[in-house]
């Protein structure tokens, strides 16, 4: 980043922002409070969690990260994921104009959300809970999706509210 090892500029960041250090602790244990968000031109940004420094000083991330990206390093606090998991079930409920009756809400969550929501994942799944109906879902390793404008794009650390006519 930055013509520079990637590691390099990452820990600098993320190190001085959360006052903690990689050196007293798994990579990963820090590391998932701070995905990189992949530019993109005229859409959303593209969240890639990194899971691993390499000796070279490059990182790992689920996902691709192509030659030459732009990168912003974000973090979030519990509360502010599932202040955003609930605006999904917003729209999800919104949206859905068929028989609450026959209906159920379907939860897609990454993994890695969840890892960082850890002792708050009840929270998130009370949040997003649609009154009347039942609730299911899956844990996930990202997911695929597409906004309808752009490509399909492999995401992390979302989560996706349905409403189903079962």
């Keep these: 980043?930055?013509?520079?090892?990637?590691?390099?500029?990452?820990?600098?960041?993320?190190?001085?922002?959360?006052?903690?250090?990689?050196?007293?602790?798994?990579?990963?244990?820090?590391?998932?409070?701070?995905?990189?968000?992949?530019?993109?031109?005229?859409?959303?940004?593209?969240?890639?969690?990194?899971?691993?420094?390499?000796?070279?000083?490059?990182?790992?991330?689920?996902?691709?990260?192509p030659v030459n990206s732009l990168v912003d390093i974000v973090t979030g606090t519990p509360h502010s994921m599932i202040r955003a998991a609930t605006k999904a079930a917003a729209a999800a409920t919104e949206g859905f104009t068929g028989d609450r009756s026959e209906g159920a809400t379907l939860l897609i969550e990454c993994i890695s959300r969840s890892l960082c929501l850890g002792d708050s994942l009840p929270r998130e799944l009370e949040a997003v809970r649609i009154p009347g109906l039942p609730q299911f879902g899956v844990l996930t390793i990202g997911e695929i999706a597409g906004s309808g404008k752009n490509y399909l794009e492999f995401y992390n650390k979302t989560t996706v509210v349905g409403i189903l006519n079962v």
């Design 1 to 65: 980043m930055n013509w520079r090892p990637a590691f390099e500029v990452y820990q600098e960041v993320v190190e001085a922002h959360s006052g903690k250090s990689f050196n007293d602790m798994p990579f990963y244990d820090l590391s998932k409070f701070y995905p990189f968000v992949l530019g993109r031109v005229g859409a959303e940004g593209v969240v890639r969690d990194p899971v691993n420094r390499n000796p070279d000083g490059s990182m790992l991330c689920v996902g691709d990260m």
